[in-house]
């Protein structure tokens, strides 16, 4: 059973269709038992990084996912806004993270070339890496944010985009999997990837 957390911050419906044509059985919830009986856990994420992790820490999902995805090392996946409050720290409101991994979130400069946010469809290119299996390097997938995440641990760095710079769009430490685009919004290749974390 895989648990998307709902934290009213979310885009849970388009990720919970994806999840009915792949005939997962799911639950959408917050709920400190839910989350401990499912098997994987999704944070899907749209909206900024202040409201995001005070959402979080209103319905005390930081203790419930550090003890959850840190300590029993379940499979989670993290996506968009869900992906960056697992940073320790952003220049979106000047607020702490989860400190899930060392990084930090930095706001994309704005250019004639390069207008923030950053929105559309741009190229990923990944290394080898469970979570893109069946996906073809320099795929297109769908974005949305005017932030991004940066962090001198390379280790982690399972994908990256370029938007007038290079900046990670996808990261993997032991059972935590993260993306910065949202395959909920990719069609077909966004499908194969939740089916690739659904098979971990």
């Known amino acids: 059973m895989i648990c998307i957390i709902d934290y009213d911050g979310g885009n849970i419906n388009s990720l919970s269709n994806i999840l009915v044509r792949l005939n997962e059985k799911f639950i959408i919830s917050n709920n400190e038992f839910d989350i401990a009986n499912s098997s994987k856990i999704i944070l899907p994420g749209v909206s900024n990084f202040e409201y995001c992790i005070n959402q979080i820490k209103k319905y005390n999902l930081d203790k419930i996912l550090k003890h959850e995805v840190i300590e029993k090392r379940k499979p989670f996946l993290g996506i968009c806004s869900g992906m960056q409050i697992l940073s320790k720290f952003s220049e979106e409101g000047n607020v702490n993270g989860l400190s899930f991994v060392d990084a930090s979130i930095k706001k994309f400069i704005s250019s004639p070339k390069h207008r923030v946010p950053h929105v559309g469809w741009n190229k990923v290119y990944f290394q080898e890496n469970k ?55 990719s069609f077909d290749n966004g499908t194969i990837l939740i089916k690739n974390f659904i098979s971990l």
Request: net charge negative; hydrophobic share 30%; glycine share 4%.
């Open 131 to 185: 979570i893109f299996e069946n996906i073809d390097n320099g795929s297109r997938f769908y974005f949305c944010h005017s932030y991004y995440m940066h962090t001198e641990d390379y280790k982690i760095n399972a994908a990256k985009t370029n938007y007038d710079i290079d900046f990670i769009s996808g990261f993997n430490k032991d059972n935590i999997y993260a993306v910065q685009f949202h395959p909920e919004k």
